[in-house]
């Protein structure tokens, strides 16, 4: 449909927008998760012990070598006594709640707590069978209750006047005062950021324009109508 299609003419602009204010750049890095108890005072006892350790290595005296295992017997001690001090402050922090208590533990023991949704072999067909169970799940909600016709009384309407049939179409001034009055938020599905929209919001105007009023006009939403739903399983 052409609002789809000016759907995807805004998202176009938009990845224009996003490319010349972050342009895309690869780079290999590896991941190397950071303890949490790691802090400035255990790094800058390890950057010593490693200078000692290399210190020693290269004169092969005994002194060095002392000192060396002197600063790893530190090393040691400092990282256990931070492992215990973590873990009693977050044993304390989520002992106030079991549901916390048992996520905490399972973070900490690397337990995958991944997503638990039913078999299929396709995601579109899991959400259409999500969605078939709740409106069957409504229907028979709705069935259990009474036929309230014969109680209902008819109420007139009590509006005489002319009827709106059809909307007028919006400006660039009308949208821009309209949209600079409003706080702008963003979700992870908008193309752009609240802040970078605001900033470049005089060249995405003329699109937002033919789209505010394609929706208007046909009564559509193809397209835009996306959101992110995290089904949470009871029991789990």
């Known amino acids: 449909s052409s609002f789809e299609r000016l759907v995807s003419l805004y998202n176009y602009h938009c990845n224009s927008v996003l490319d010349d204010h972050a342009p895309l750049l690869k780079k ?36 060095d070598e002392e000192n060396f295992k002197s600063l790893r017997d530190q090393c040691t001690a400092l990282a256990l006594k931070k492992k215990r001090s973590f873990f009693a402050t977050q044993f304390w922090k989520h002992s106030f709640s079991s549901k916390s208590l048992f996520s905490f533990v399972d973070s900490f023991l690397d337990r995958d707590k991944s997503l638990v949704l039913p078999s299929s072999d396709s995601l579109k067909e899991t959400v259409e069978n999500f969605n078939t169970y709740f409106e069957e799940k409504i229907k028979k909600i709705r069935d259990k209750f009474e036929d309230l016709e014969s109680t209902q009384v ?12 059809e909307f007028s179409p919006t400006t660039i001034e009308e949208l821009e005062e309209i949209i600079t009055s409003c706080e ?4 992870s599905l908008d193309p752009l950021p609240a802040e970078l929209f605001k900033e470049n919001l005089s060249a995405l105007l003329p699109t937002l324009k033919d789209l505010v009023n394609a929706s208007i006009s046909s009564g559509s939403l193809e397209g835009a109508k996306l959101a992110h739903i995290t089904p949470l399983i009871k029991g789990e």
């Open 154 to 165: 008819p109420v007139e309407p009590c509006y005489s006047g002319a009827r709106l049939s």
């Open 28 to 63: 290999q890095i590896k991941e190397r998760k950071s303890a949490p108890w790691f802090d400035g005072e255990y790094k800058a006892l390890r950057a010593n012990r490693r200078k000692a350790e290399k210190k020693w290595r290269k004169s092969s005296s005994v002194e």
């Open 184 to 187: 702008i938020k963003s979700s």
